[in-house]
């Protein structure tokens, strides 16, 4: 028997405003984190409490009549939720449940002990379902809401100033001084995707922007000098190794094309590392035999073929700066090399020296810039990088 009888549901009504009381009395001296609360916020707990004893009293009254244990938190705005934790909250409701059970069987005739028993649990069942459902929504419409600040973010580092880009990417939760670094990929994520992803990049890296966008995704990382992750590199390893190398373990773990931006040295410049990734995901599939992933830096011949101006700039500060720092015998000896199909005895017939100099030049090369023209890919990387030398130099004349 689970309804009161006449009788019972006068007493209980009649013992309402003292269960309240009580009860609130209880949470007061029962929960150290409600006494440091604000007043507002206590006041918004204490009529959340009151409307949920009345709404106990009026389901005892009411059997039949159909009403939502979640109408309770309806008294209470929803940045409470942002206030105390579920964990506290069903403290809360465990708290005034026991001072229901202690006395309102006290209140009504005993015949309906049992009965007033088995309400209070399946009310205080129900309101624990329904706070879970509160808290719920509430995290769901904040994932949504940081989802869209980490978007804007993402845009202000493409498209914005440095400044504007550093503003967006605090707005969105970024704390970290350190080196950041990009990542484009193609990959389609649900919800479930999107959110294993943004927990694997803050296990791994300092700060994370996550940007989705139909079937491809963008990526920052960044990472500081101070960082103890203890999934990072050791203290030795340079930041910027450490950064990049989580950001290809995040890259690779995409399952579809997958490109990594240079470090770059903070988050106001994170749009270079992003755009060079972007670049090179356009850029890739001129490269069949390109690993998955792959460094933006290395698709570098891709990319200016693709009309990249960044790829322009970087190939040139990157290869041909430092070839062209050696000296014009390593830089002409390259050159010759490459013109003449890679054949040591043809290059040093034309540069009347002998096969072994050749040989020494491009292994100095290889040791100095690090590509080397004896390697297919190398060789192509540092072809195109003297040609862009050359047409820059024109252009200055």
């Not at 100033?161 to 080196?179: H, L, N, Q, V």
């Amino acid at each position: 028997m689970d309804e009161l009888s006449t009788p019972g549901v006068t007493a209980l009504r009649d013992a309402q405003d003292t269960i309240i009381e009580h009860s609130l009395d209880r949470i007061s001296s029962a929960h150290d984190f409600y006494r440091t609360l604000p007043e507002g916020d206590r006041e918004q707990i204490a009529a959340v409490a009151r409307l949920g004893v009345t709404m106990f009293v009026d389901s005892a009254e009411n059997p039949g009549q159909s009403l939502s244990p979640s109408q309770i938190f309806s008294v209470a705005p929803a940045a409470l939720t942002g206030v105390i934790t579920l964990e506290q909250t069903l403290a809360l409701v465990r708290t005034v449940l026991d001072v229901v059970v202690d006395e309102a069987p006290k209140a009504v005739p005993d015949e309906d002990h049992d009965a007033v028993r088995i309400l209070v649990l399946t009310f205080g069942r129900d309101v624990g379902f329904a706070a879970a459902e509160v808290y719920a929504r509430a995290a769901e419409a904040r994932g949504a809401w940081d989802a869209r600040l980490e978007s804007v973010a993402v845009d202000a580092m493409l498209h914005d100033s440095p400044e504007d880009a550093t503003t967006r990417a605090g707005s969105a939760g970024w704390r970290g001084i350190g080196p950041v670094v990009g990542i484009a990929a193609r990959a389609s994520l649900d919800a479930l995707g999107v959110s294993r992803l943004r927990h694997e990049c803050r296990t791994l890296a300092t700060d994370c922007l996550v940007s989705v966008r139909g079937d491809s995704v963008l990526i920052v990382l960044g990472g500081s000098p101070e960082s103890d992750h203890s999934t990072a590199a050791s203290k030795s390893e340079p930041a910027e190794r450490a950064v990049d190398n989580a950001a290809m373990q995040i890259a690779g773990g995409l399952g579809g094309s997958a490109v990594v931006g240079p470090v770059v040295s903070g988050v106001s410049q994170a749009g270079r590392s992003l755009r060079s990734a972007l670049a090179g995901l356009r850029a890739i599939p001129g490269w069949q035999e390109a690993p998955n992933p792959v460094h933006a830096d290395d698709l570098l011949p891709e990319r200016l073929l693709a009309g990249d101006e960044l790829a322009g700039e970087q190939i040139l500060s990157l290869v041909h700066a430092p070839l062209h720092a050696m000296g014009d015998p390593f830089e002409s000896t390259v050159a010759t090399y490459l013109a003449l199909g890679g054949s040591l005895e043809a290059t040093a017939r034309s540069l009347f020296v002998h096969a072994n100099t050749v040989r020494y030049r491009l292994g100095r090369v290889s040791e100095q810039v690090g590509w080397d023209a004896t390697n297919a890919r190398d060789g192509l990387m540092l072809h195109m990088a003297i040609i862009a030398g050359r047409l820059a130099a024109g252009r200055e004349e």
